[in-house]
């Protein structure tokens, strides 16, 4: 089985900017998109950014133009570039992987990271 493994996650003033890893104890099915999703409590986990096998991108509206996804050459290791951070922002991040599917909403969710915190201040 496969595990993941976060890493990056910490605090921020509003506007900041942090960095998160994901990697992969093993290979990732090319079936299988990658993501980064974030959580509060009381409320469903939601998808952020998605990763394609090829490279293509989706992300949700609340980081559109803010946040960036990558993943190496390998797709072992996916990364969440966060600029312009808002208080808004502030969640527990998982990165996952899972089949592709057309909806954000859907793709990519099989397999989590433990998670790590992001808390953003104003």
């Known amino acids: 089985q496969v595990q993941l493994v976060e890493s990056g996650g910490g605090s921020s003033q509003a506007g900041g900017s942090l960095r998160l890893s994901c990697a992969a104890s093993?290979?990732?099915?090319?079936?299988?998109?990658m993501g980064w999703f974030r959580q509060v409590p009381g409320k469903e986990r939601e998808a952020v950014a998605i990763i394609y096998y090829g490279d293509s991108t989706v992300y949700s509206d609340s980081v559109k133009g803010r946040f960036t996804i990558s993943a190496d050459h390998d797709r072992r290791t996916w990364y969440l570039q966060m600029n312009s951070l808002k208080p808004d922002d502030t969640a527990m991040y998982y990165c996952?992987?899972?089949?592709?599917?057309?909806?954000?909403?859907?793709?990519?969710?099989?397999?989590w990271g433990q998670g790590t915190q992001v808390t953003v201040s104003p």
């Open positions: 996952g992987t899972g089949p592709e599917r057309r909806a954000l909403a859907d793709a990519c969710r099989g397999l």
């Open positions: 093993g290979a990732i099915y090319q079936s299988y998109c």
